[in-house]
């Protein structure tokens, strides 16, 4: 019988893959049915472990390599995003091909009311908004028509049309992306493609 280090390595790695496990299963009740891209951030040699135990599809194949403990989220994001831009810019115009595609049908629209009740009602499979423009008005859910801000009303009274749109469309599991005005794919603020 031959007694080495290598059952002491084993075991340090099954107890690091059980841990990864359960981080991985916390992960999954956050992610839900989302398809977010996962940007790892740790010791070189955790990364390949994570992989192996997790079965989450999206996870980017470059990581953050180094320990993230000492980083703010900030440095955090500033890293992670040259990694996960690419995949954000090919959704993106994935869905502007869309919307360039169904534009004069049913199936998408940049028309702020249809939009603001589509997403209401779960509707917006993909939404493209202004970022440095907003409207501001009240969405009546039992009618679904929009009333905009009159100079003279109380602002405090209204909602950002835009954002309630953009929040609508995420909490029902559709995808989102800012632009600036000059980059829009239509000469409204907002654009949207529809599921149905």
Known sequence: MFHGQ???????????????????????????????PLVLAGVDYLL????????YAHIMPEGITGSPEHLLPEALQEQAWPIVEPYFRQEMEKIMAQYQQFADTDKATDNI???????????VDG??????????????SDTGKVVYYQEGQRKEDHLPLLDFAAMQTLQ????VFALSQDEMPTKSAIAAVFRY
């Open 127 to 140: 939404l493209v908004l202004a970022v440095d423009t907003q409207v501001w008005g009240l969405f009546n």
């Open 113 to 123: 009311e249809e939009i603001v009740a589509a997403a209401f009602n779960g509707r």
């Open 6 to 36: 290598g059952s002491g390595a084993e075991e340090k790695e099954a107890g690091i893959e059980h841990y990864l496990s359960l981080v991985d299963s916390g992960l999954k009740k956050t992610f839900r049915e989302q398809q977010a």
């Open 48 to 55: 390949p472990i994570y992989r192996r135990v997790s079965d």
């Open 172 to 175: 029902n599991g559709g995808t």
